[in-house]
């Protein structure tokens, strides 16, 4: 932390900028690529060394905390320099462009995944009914949240809301990465409702076992608190991890997100700080029709529209320009 030991991050970041400056010499690189504005000040340092190399900012957050304030004086000073900027939202792209005062050229690519192998998301294994079967065989209807659990992705309210929906729907996430004092919190309102029988706390799920954990779910909970620029313009990779198993979705009504839920007709939006509208939500889910529906949908749209093949087939040509063709 800069703010903790400057002198320490000073010298981590020298390490850190002459390895890479070694490594740049090593390997003879078409493009520098970076992420986020942290490595903004790194970029520069490489940008000033090899000024010829293409640099395009390929950002996944907005960086808007407060101990990244000093990072964003370098997104400043190199957005003269960009080749170009890939962000996941069009708002985001219009965030960067106001702060660092340049009109770079920029694409929007979705935080999405690959087609699954087994397209349609059957696999093998269901292992979110196996610790039902085991936990509560009477839950019928499972809701599914990969994640960290925080205020921001509303799981407390969920929680609250199973106590309002009929008794046969059941709620997983994981519970190993997440603020302990909101686990706490979420641990008091179980224990105070009588829900323990209806959730299970499945392992932290690595991204390569996502598909295959959201399969065996009926409902894929995608809620967001707006609490920053970020939040505000969001969609989140969450939409992608289900939409490519076909898992319907519980969305917030934040525009990033209801918009693709609702063009797309692959779930149901709710006001994230009502218990009651997210409880209504989930009632709607309970119609094994609709997601069958919601199911179809989400499938047919992730693989004709929102797969990360059908965005490299659109933005290849771009991309490739940006890097000097090949």
Excluded at 105 to 115: G, L, Q
Excluded at 289 to 298: G, I, K, S, T
């Amino acid at each position: 932390s800069w703010r903790r030991n400057p002198l320490k991050y000073l010298q981590s970041h020298r390490r850190f900028r002459d390895g890479l400056l070694e490594v740049t010499e090593q390997t003879s690189p078409r493009a520098v690529i970076f992420e986020n504005v942290d490595l903004a000040r790194t970029a520069l340092s490489i940008a000033k060394e090899h000024p010829k190399l293409p640099l395009i900012y390929w950002g996944t957050e907005l960086s808007c905390s407060l101990r990244q304030t000093p990072f964003r004086y370098y997104e400043r000073r190199l957005a003269r320099m960009l080749t170009g900027l890939v962000m996941n939202h069009p708002g985001r792209v219009r965030v960067v462009k106001e702060r660092t005062k340049c009109d770079v050229p920029a694409i929007v690519i979705p935080n999405t995944e690959t087609r699954p192998e087994n397209g349609g998301g059957v696999f093998e294994r269901r292992p979110l009914r196996e610790m039902f079967a085991r936990h509560n065989p009477d839950v019928k209807v499972i809701i599914f949240y990969a994640g960290i659990v925080s205020h921001k992705q509303a799981i407390h309210d969920v929680v609250e809301a199973l106590a309002l929906v009929p008794a046969h729907i059941g709620f997983a996430f994981p519970r190993s990465v997440g603020n302990r004092r909101y686990l706490k919190k979420i641990d008091a309102t179980v224990r105070r409702l009588g829900l323990s029988s209806r959730i299970v706390y499945p392992d932290w799920v690595p991204f390569d076992k996502v598909p295959e954990m959201a399969a065996s779910a009926d409902i894929g909970l995608a809620l967001l608190r707006v609490n920053d620029l970020n939040t505000r313009y969001c969609a989140s990779s969450k939409l992608y991890r289900y939409m490519c198993v076909g898992l319907p979705l519980l969305g917030a009504s934040l525009p990033a997100i209801a918009d693709i839920i609702e063009a797309e007709k692959i779930g149901v939006t709710c006001d994230v700080e009502s218990t009651e509208s997210i409880a209504a939500a989930i009632r709607r889910l309970d119609d094994a029709d609709l997601r069958w529906e919601l199911r179809r949908n989400a499938i047919e749209a992730f693989d004709k529209r929102h797969c990360l093949e059908v965005q490299w087939q659109k933005h290849r040509g771009t991309l490739m320009d940006w890097i000097g063709g090949g």
